[in-house]
């Protein structure tokens, strides 16, 4: 009985130990034949998946400022001047900043050619209804008025970029009658806002409250309160008529929003700078 339970007992180590040294290779070639040749799907988490950067609307008005800040003629009537030279890339005077004409076509994300004048005059009606722009100023037609996609980038930090797009009365509308008519504006071309415009009214500059025109602006751009802008430069202008305001940008940088008139062909100003 004894030499039986000794037997019993080393068939038993025997076992253990073949299976402790066998058995997981056996166990894996098991599991790898059932894995072979079949497509398997499993859930993974990837911690930066679908991350994308995304600016707010204090950070977009602040690098399309630095990126328009290189134009030293005014919009509308001096419009052609800026062109002379027949480029569309314009560059800050420091270098990191550029502003590019994008012939590409759109994104699935952004504002198409074909959309972009009824967005324009959504965002006019929308301005109008807050008081920010005249409600006399008339609705665009397509005909009548050039679009243009630009790109408005931070060369040193490239995710930092923007779209828009630049609606011109045309070059070819010189002769036609231009009041209470949009001449220049700049449209988000991912969120159909207008940072920028300027529009002939028959109003006069002693009618214009740039206060509550710089007030219903922030609140539809979501900037948060802007604060007045104090200069002793004379020159900031071509015009003495004009309030400046200042907004938070990137960083610690800021951004000034004017809002001006030009008396004589009674153009009122919404522009942004740096």
């Known amino acids: ?143 009548s008025y050039d679009a243009i996609l630009y790109s408005a980038i931070d060369v040193l930090e490239p995710r930092n970029n923007i779209a828009v797009w630049k609606l011109s009365l045309s070059n070819s509308q010189t002769n036609a009658n231009k009041e209470n008519r949009l001449i220049d504006a700049y449209i988000g071309a991912d969120d159909g806002k207008m940072y920028e415009f300027y529009v002939r009214t028959s109003l006069l500059w002693e009618e214009i409250d740039t206060d509550a025109i710089i007030e219903a602006w922030s609140k539809y751009m979501g900037l948060g309160s802007p604060q007045p802008y104090e200069s002793d430069n004379p020159l900031l202008e071509t015009t003495p008529y004009f309030k400046k305001y200042v907004f938070p940008g990137m960083g610690e940088e800021r951004t000034i929003v004017t809002v001006g008139f030009y008396e004589g062909i009674n153009e009122l100003f919404l522009k942004i700078s740096r």
């Not at 073949?18 to 993974?44: C, F």
Request: charge should be negative; charged fraction near 20%.
């Open 1 to 143: 009985m004894y030499k039986v339970k000794i037997t019993v007992f080393i068939l038993f180590a025997v076992l253990a130990v073949t299976i402790s040294i066998w058995g997981p290779e056996t166990l894996a070639r098991y599991q790898d034949r059932g894995m072979l040749n079949e497509i398997h799907a499993q859930a993974v988490e990837s911690a930066g998946a679908g991350y994308s950067y995304k600016l707010n609307s204090n950070e977009k008005i602040y690098i399309l400022s630095r990126c328009l800040n290189s134009q030293s003629v005014q919009e509308s009537e001096q419009n052609a001047m800026m062109h002379a030279d027949g480029t569309d890339i314009y560059q800050d005077i420091e270098g990191s900043y550029a502003f590019i004409a994008n012939y590409k076509n759109p994104s699935d994300m952004e504002i198409t050619d074909e959309k972009i004048y009824e967005t324009c005059n959504e965002a006019m009606e929308t301005l109008k209804e807050a008081g920010v722009m005249p409600e006399a100023v008339r609705k665009i037609m397509q005909p």
